[in-house]
T-cell receptor
Framework: KNQVEQSPQSLIILEGKNCTLQ??????????LRWYKQDTGRGPVSLTI?????NTKSNGRYTATLDADTKQSSLHITASQLSDSASYIC????????????FGKGTSLLVTP | EAQVTQNPRYLITVTGKKLTVTCSQN?????MSWYRQDPGLGLRQIYY???????DKGDVPEGYKVSRKEKRNFPLILESPSPNQTSLYFC?????????????FGQGTRLTVV
């Protein structure tokens, strides 16, 4: 069964600090991996999309990495801001089932002053 | 502005009273889908549609119906809502799914069934 596991479940950091969120998956055959940011009560917004051949992708202060061999990804947030407080969701798509999206449960990040 | 619009944003209803949540996108996307999000469970797909008049079940379709009569609209219908359908619902759209297709989500509909 396709699974996407994220860690930690929640995280509290001080404003200005860096942090790294983890995602492990068992989705096969792999198509792409996405990171979404979801503010409380709002729809997810895409941060990055990576295919099999990409091992890093940046979007401003967000940098995602992908190791397709070990089926792991990370999202690194640099110089965190209060507005980074949100849930970060790892989503992996497989090419068999019409590119269906397999969602992780998310990491809840709180950035404090 | 490219967007997915859901209505209503908030809805409280009683058990058994039929309701419809609308979803509309202005990006001429072929693919649309509905998800529900519950605490500790993440997003789960209810139904999806590859194009007009083409719909299929997702992971949790029981108790829901959908229709795709026009490309831009994909309403979610609860014929007889029950309390276990209390949840946060999201509609999403994208062009035909491929390795790099971007998915856009609506703002969500918080439904409470009492």
């Amino acid at each position: 069964k396709n699974q996407v596991e994220q860690s930690p479940q929640s995280l509290i950091i001080l404003e200005g600090k860096n942090c790294t969120l983890q995602c492990n998956y068992t989705v096969s055959p792999f198509s792409n991996l996405r990171w979404y940011k979801q503010d409380t009560g709002r729809g997810p917004v895409s941060l990055t999309i990576m295919t099999f051949s990409e091992n890093t992708k940046s979007n401003g202060r967000y940098t995602a990495t992908l190791d397709a061999d070990t089926k792991q990804s990370s999202l690194h947030i640099t110089a965190s801001q209060l507005s980074d407080s949100a849930s970060y969701i790892c989503v992996v798509s497989d090419s068999n089932s019409g590119y269906a999206l397999n969602f992780g449960k998310g990491t809840s990040l709180l950035v404090t002053p | 502005e490219a967007q997915v619009t859901q209505n209503p944003r908030y809805l409280i209803t009683v058990t058994g009273k039929k309701l419809t949540v609308t979803c509309s996108q202005n990006m001429n996307h072929e693919y649309m889908s509905w998800y529900r999000q519950d605490p500790g469970l993440g997003l789960r797909q209810i139904y999806y549609s590859m194009n007009v008049e083409v719909t299929d079940k997702g992971d949790v379709p029981e108790g829901y119906k959908v229709s795709r009569k026009e490309k831009r609209n994909f309403p979610l219908i609860l014929e007889s809502p029950s309390p276990n359908q209390t949840s946060l619902y999201f509609c999403a759209s994208s062009s035909y799914p491929s390795a790099n297709t971007e998915a856009f989500f609506g703002q969500g509909t918080r439904l409470t069934v009492v």
